[in-house]
């Protein structure tokens, strides 16, 4: 049976119509042209745009990558040696003061008096010895101190056995533990007794045991060392404060140290304990106006000691850290600005590459905000792209360089999550504003007449 006309043009038409390609764009909403909207047509334009030319997209990120990740790797290294100096000085103890003696000065050689800079010894070195255990005494009478220790210090060869090794003695008396709250391990510190008698005994710290005894399997309890010419019997083990210098030390009765290892009659250092923090500032200018009546220091002239407490070590410790972040800092922002100053050059070559789509967009009623809008997008992603990055090197190249090189722990706190983004949007806002400004900027005809 034959076609009909009619019925041959209507399967034509039918399938024509199936070889048409389909429909890309999606019906209009209402939605789609509120600010909402069009912040997500935006969003979802500058992603395509961004993925088409995703190898371009990633090299231009490098200099944002190196850069967070060189701030990210600072601050953690930073806050890391920060933790770990804060946990080193709080072992030494609590609301202490360190009295150290002052070093002569030949060039402004004032010390007070002459008869007061007669009466302190110099030593070969040039360090003067200003302070005496008499000093001691009279300021542990000072109402704020409840403990007080003269410390002598010698660097001596100590043998156990076949075992020798060079460390610290240290002549201290019983309240030595105590302003160090310092533990013992094994065996028990020296007593009263012990120092008044001058008897030969000796403390161990961690890495003098584990030199001398650890290594070889025996118990150090009741063993005796050799100390110069002199044998002194082990009664006890320090535990661990964390620190190389802080524990290779030993630590004998403070009167066995003046008769047998440093007979001059001065001290190296006076510790003391305040018994509360808030007391600390009044205790330290009570205990110099002692000592400059005692070592007759006239007022105006320069002390021939000095004082610092464990807070101003930590203070000192931590604002030197600061300076060191913030210089780390600065060099890592030269590698930002070089990134974002990509960002804005691959910004300005995309712009001319898209002139018919800007011609296009703007001739179809898209308002000059909404092509600035565009652009400011695509910089921000790029940027924020570059801070994930960053970040991630970042964390591991800062876990790598405060385990590995500083031994020390991994700090990350809330900043050094948000650093990298709000650094990144800004650069993204600041070096895309123009390329995106320039696009707004464009003349809908010329760009067409690049068709």
């Known amino acids: 049976m034959s076609v009909q006309p009619t019925e041959r043009a209507t399967q034509d038409h039918t399938q024509r119509a199936s070889q048409r ?22 969003v979802s334009m500058a992603v395509v745009a961004l993925w088409a030319n995703r190898l371009r997209s990633l090299l231009t990120t490098l200099g944002i990558v190196i850069g967070v990740a060189a701030v990210i790797t600072a601050l953690t290294m930073t806050q890391g040696v920060s933790t770990n100096i804060t946990n080193s000085i709080s072992s030494l103890g609590t609301n202490m003061i360190i009295i150290a003696p002052g070093t002569s000065n030949k060039s402004s050689g004032s010390w007070g008096t002459g008869a007061n800079r007669a009466s302190n ?121 964390g620190g190389a210098n802080t524990d290779d030390a030993v630590f004998v009765p403070f009167k066995t140290a003046s008769y047998r290892l440093k007979n001059n009659g001065y001290v190296d250092q006076i510790l003391v304990q305040v018994g509360d923090t808030s007391a600390i500032d009044r205790a330290q200018r009570d205990i110099t106006s002692l000592l400059e009546q005692r070592h007759h220091i006239l007022k105006g002239m320069a002390d021939d000691f000095n004082l610092t407490s464990s807070q101003q070590l930590l203070a000192i410790s931590n604002q030197n850290i600061s300076l060191f972040a913030l210089l780390f800092i600065g060099i890592a922002s030269i590698s930002l600005t070089v990134g974002g100053v990509g960002i804005m050059n691959i910004m300005i070559v995309s712009v001319t590459e898209r002139t018919r789509e800007i011609g296009v967009r703007l001739s179809l009623g898209a308002g000059r905000q909404d092509i600035r809008d565009q652009f400011l997008i695509e910089a921000l992603m790029l940027s924020l792209l570059g801070g994930a990055l960053g970040l991630l090197l970042g964390l591991l190249g800062g876990y790598g360089a405060t385990t590995m090189m500083l031994g020390g722990p991994v700090v990350i706190t809330p900043l050094s999550l948000l650093v990298p983004f709000v650094v990144s949007a800004g650069i993204g806002v600041i070096f895309g504003f123009y390329p995106a400004a320039r696009a707004a900027r464009l003349d809908p005809v010329e760009a067409l007449r690049s068709l």
């Open 121 to 241: 010894a110099v030593t070969a070195s040039g360090a003067t010895l200003s302070l005496t255990p008499a000093d001691a005494q009279a300021i542990a009478r000072i109402p704020d101190v409840v403990a007080v220790s003269p410390v002598i210090s010698t660097n001596q060869q100590v043998i156990a056995g076949n075992q020798n090794w060079s460390t610290t003695v240290q002549g201290v008396n019983t309240s030595f533990q105590s302003i160090r709250n310092w533990s013992t391990e094994q065996g028990d510190w020296f007593t009263a007794s012990d120092d008044q008698g001058a008897r030969l005994v000796a403390v161990l710290g961690q890495t003098v045991y584990q030199q001398l005894f650890a290594d070889v399997g025996q118990d150090p309890i009741d063993k005796t060392i050799r100390i110069g010419n002199a044998s002194y019997r082990v009664v006890g083990v320090l535990q661990a404060k």
């Open 21 to 42: 390609p389909p429909v890309l764009l999606a019906p209009l909403k209402r939605q789609d042209f509120d600010r909402t909207g069009k912040l997500g047509a935006n």
